[in-house]
T-cell receptor, first 112, second 112 residues
Framework: EPEVTQTPSHQVTQMGQEVILRCVPI?????FYWYRQILGQKVEFLVS????????KSEIFDDQFSVERPDGSNFTLKIRSTKLEDSAMYFC??????????FGPGTRLTVL | LAKTTQPISMDSYEGQEVNITCSHN???????ITWYQQFPSQGPRFIIQ???TKVTNEVASLFIPADRKSSTLSLPRVSLSDTAVYYC?????????????FGSGTQLTVLP
């Protein structure tokens, strides 16, 4: 069964450093998403991406965040200057269209 | 976005049927009802989606009354591995914005 993959599974970084979280969506999917979940809290939408551009973004997705689809398979989330409060699980998801979104296993980001 | 209300937690025993009800009094005409499951440190996983009446798949059933102001996820004969958080989501899937808005969910604990 096809699945969304994410790397790394755990990323530890110093405050102020840049991090790039990587995702490989399901190959025939057209819509890509990033969500995050701070420990013990709700899953929060960050951004959706379609046709090589951002479709929608939340208030969380400020100028420190960016997304890119550098090639035909990868979908990345970059945080330019990490803050302590960026520590969370980051989930990538993809969908073929309307309906089910398939989530990856997540990257646990720890900012020290 | 329609606000959803569901119990914070539920306990059940192995082999029992579990029904989790979600209230969404201000559901809009174009809104669908979707349920996701999340295990600790994993991404959410789609369970079932419906618009009205009853939908059944290999893992669950979804009951939606005629007024659509609530919905019930039914899990037949639960096992210990069904212990997870279950989220009820309500939203319009017809537009370009397909962000999922997660609430706090229902923590289901299946006891032996």
């Amino acid at each position: 069964e096809p699945e969304v993959t994410q790397t790394p599974s755990h990323q530890v970084t110093q405050m102020g450093q840049e991090v790039i979280l990587r995702c490989v969506p399901i190959s025939n999917h057209l819509y890509f998403y990033w969500y995050r979940q701070i420990l013990g809290q709700k899953v929060e939408f960050l951004v959706s991406f379609y046709n090589n551009e951002i479709s929608e973004k939340s208030e969380i997705f400020d100028d420190q965040f960016s997304v890119e689809r550098p090639d035909g398979s990868n979908f990345t989330l970059k945080i330019r200057s990490t803050k302590l409060e960026d520590s969370a699980m980051y989930f990538c998801a993809s969908s073929a269209g309307i309906g089910e979104q398939f989530f990856g296993p997540g990257t646990r980001l720890t900012v020290l | 976005l329609a606000k959803t209300t569901q119990p914070i937690s539920m306990d059940s025993y192995e082999g029992q049927e579990v029904n989790i009800t979600c209230s969404h009094n201000n559901i809009a005409t174009n809104d669908y009802i979707t349920w996701y499951q999340q295990f600790p440190s994993q991404g959410p996983r789609f369970i079932i989606q419906g618009y009205k009446t009853k939908v059944t798949n290999e893992v669950a059933s979804l009951f939606i009354p005629a007024d659509r102001k609530s919905s019930t996820l039914s899990l037949p004969r639960v096992s210990l591995s069904d212990t997870a958080v279950y989220y009820c989501l309500v939203g319009d899937l017809s537009g370009s914005a397909r962000q999922l808005t997660f609430g706090s969910g229902t923590q289901l604990t299946v006891l032996p």
